[in-house]
């Protein structure tokens, strides 16, 4: 029988101060001019993003130097058939929402997830600007954490009409806009990174339905959050969404619910 991870007081408390210094880092780089280089896929990337990796990986080794780490920033240099041996992994997206991060309008993340046997088991969302942190994960509650305390997250369940839906500022297709054409009466609430994760979690949104690519470490520290708060993060075949299973490390198409009863196939049609 394999041994589960357990998430003790330490281990949560030893990520999300590894998660506060990343943004600490981040906030130093933005308040400064920072030059924009994109990579090989024409994403972008900045001082930000590297200084967050560095932080985030060393404080990772110190933590639990028995689990690796899949990093945005570092992921070419792992092979896939090193990596797909990898029961237990850290995957880590240093500042996930870095278009957002470049037009300066504070809707950026770090994102950290455990993740074991294909499954997203513990993560910590933190958002730079305004200094709030989520976390949650299997068998655990969901917490928002600003300077107030902590607050328990529960998603909205029953969610009714007009329900409220992500749309994503720096991705929107004609996928996505049939989907929503397809749910009647919404209201749509335009939101960068992994911060939509949080919302559903809270309540704050209804449905966050994506078509098009998007990388594991995109999506593993929300769906922990969401889910420890009675959400779910659905692919194509309503199964939930898993990590370190295949060659390629983009996610396919998704669909994020915070009341999980909601007819999510009837809106996606031909779309997923």
């Known amino acids: 029988m394999t041994t589960r991870t357990t998430i003790t007081a330490a281990l949560r408390d030893g990520v999300i101060g590894i998660a506060r210094a990343a943004a600490a880092e981040i906030l130093r ?16 990337v900045t001082a930000a993003d590297l200084a967050a990796h560095h932080c985030i990986v060393d404080g990772l080794a110190r933590l639990t130097p028995d689990i690796p780490v899949l990093s945005e920033e570092a992921a070419h ?5 090193q ?38 088991v513990f993560g910590v969302v933190q958002a730079p600007v305004t200094g709030v942190l989520w976390h949650g994960g299997r068998g655990l509650d969901a917490l928002r954490c600003d300077d107030r305390g902590e607050t328990r997250l529960h998603v909205r369940k ?6 409220r839906i992500a ?24 939101l960068g990174s992994s911060l939509k994760f949080c919302l559903l979690a809270g309540g704050g949104l209804d449905v966050y339905p994506r078509f098009g690519p998007t990388s594991e470490w995109d999506t593993a520290a929300g769906q922990c959050v969401l889910e420890a708060a009675g959400g779910c993060v659905l692919d194509r075949k309503g199964r939930p969404l898993r990590y370190n ?3 390629t490390i983009l996610n396919g198409d998704f669909i994020a619910l915070g009341d999980p009863s909601l007819p999510w196939r009837d809106w996606a049609g031909q779309s997923l």
């Not at 770090?110 to 499954?119: C, H, M, R, S, T």
């Not at 989907?179 to 919404?186: D, K, L, S």
């Open 29 to 44: 780089v933005y308040g400064e001019d920072f030059d924009v280089v994109r990579k090989a896929d024409a994403s972008p």
């Open 77 to 81: 240099e792992v092979p896939a058939a």
């Open 83 to 120: 990596r797909r041996q990898w029961r237990r992994l850290w995957v880590v997206d240093p500042l996930d929402g870095t278009r957002e991060f470049v037009k300066r309008n504070g809707e950026f993340t770090v994102n950290i997830a455990l993740i074991e046997g294909g499954e997203p």
């Open 158 to 163: 029953p969610a009714t009409a007009p329900l």
């Open 167 to 190: 749309a994503s500022r720096s991705h929107r297709d004609a996928r996505t806009e049939a989907f929503i054409a397809r749910m009647g009466e919404v209201e749509e609430v335009g």
């Open 245 to 247: 299973q295949r060659d």
